[in-house]
């Protein structure tokens, strides 16, 4: 009797050893779950900062968008002036002329 009552001790000692083990993984496991939902918490802010940062540079881009296109319209209506104008172009062209002339006398 001795000899089953020390197998059933060592059993049950074995069953507790292995019921420590298994409650020891199942803790880690818990802390290990628990990481992982802070890391996907902190994932997620991250990911809203930086959509709030990509709709502010969407923005950007939009107004910047229009804003060359406001000032293509203006380019074009300047060259449109200036084009027609003739006069003009004559008159520029001889202050040009004029300040080359000073220039190179004067600097030689």
């Not at 992982?36 to 969407?58: D, N, P, S, W």
């Amino acid at each position: 009797m001795d000899g089953l009552h020390e197998q059933a001790l060592v059993s049950h000692d074995q069953s507790d050893a292995y019921a420590e083990q298994r409650a020891s993984a199942v803790t880690q496991i818990e802390s290990t779950i628990v990481e992982l939902g802070q890391i996907f918490t902190q994932l997620a802010t991250m990911i809203k900062e930086q959509e709030e940062q990509v709709m502010r540079i969407g923005d950007n881009v939009d107004e910047t968008v229009a804003n060359v296109e406001l000032g293509y319209g203006e380019l074009l209506k300047y060259f449109q002036g200036i084009s027609s104008n003739r006069w003009l172009m004559v008159k520029i062209f001889l202050v040009v002329l004029v300040f080359f002339i000073i220039f190179v006398v004067f600097m030689t």
